[in-house]
T-cell receptor, first 111, second 114 residues
């Protein structure tokens, strides 16, 4: 596609449920990033992929968070046993040669 | 570790007035610096970036920023604000030679007063 595509755009879930957020990067972009944007805060780095491997996952806040990337393309961020503090906008970005492009985000609300 | 500090979480300017959004960086070596804009319910869009060529960088929508090593600053300016500039602005830093991960400031919400 022309840009970074994320789905779902909005997700409301109950506390304790698992959620999956999907990111489809720009074709040919080898690097992919996940960030979290909480209300009134900046962007918090979660994880970075180069191809299918994740050399930097230092930002994942707990072992309830995991991510994978397959075929050097689509990535899925999974949050298990969601908590209310997980409510945020999850942004995905892909980059090539230092230029980073963001999707519109997935807004997660945990009730 | 590298970081950026954005002074002022909210800035209001009158339409037609100068826009000045402040960003200071902390890095042991001159980094790459970026400004992004986020309009409501949208992703981030790159405004401009500094990568060590000219210290005055021009971006889209009439914005520019000047890299000042002596002040460790990369402030964003626009001579004349337009109503459409109302958005949230993020300064970001990336280490040279490292992975392309950006570290973002906490953002400045710009309001334009008619």
């Amino acid at each position: 596609g022309a840009g970074v595509s994320q789905s779902p755009s909005n997700k409301v879930t109950e506390k304790g449920k698992d959620v999956e957020l999907r990111c489809d990067p720009i074709s040919g972009h080898t690097a992919l990033y996940w960030y979290r944007q909480s209300l009134g805060q900046g962007l918090e780095f979660l994880i970075y992929f180069q191809g299918n491997s994740a050399p930097d996952k230092s930002g994942l806040p707990s072992d309830r968070f995991s991510a994978e990337r397959t075929g050097g393309s689509v990535s899925t961020l999974t949050i298990q046993r969601t908590q209310q503090e997980d409510s945020a906008v999850y942004l995905c970005a892909s980059s090539l040669q230092g230029m980073m492009f963001f999707g519109e985000g997935s807004r997660l609300t945990v009730l | 570790a590298q970081s950026v500090t954005q002074l002022g979480s909210h800035v209001s300017v009158s339409e037609g007035a100068l826009v000045l959004l402040r960003c200071n960086y902390s890095s042991s070596v001159p980094p790459y610096l970026f400004w992004y804009v986020q309009y409501p319910n949208q992703g981030l869009q790159l405004l401009l970036k500094y990568t060590s060529a000219a210290t005055l960088v021009k971006g889209i929508n009439g914005f520019e920023a000047e890299f000042k090593k002596s002040e460790t600053s990369f402030h964003l300016t626009k001579p004349s604000a337009h109503m459409s500039d109302a958005a949230e602005y993020f300064c970001a830093v990336r280490t040279r030679g490292g992975n392309e991960k950006l570290t973002f400031g906490t953002g400045t919400r710009l309001t334009i007063i008619p």
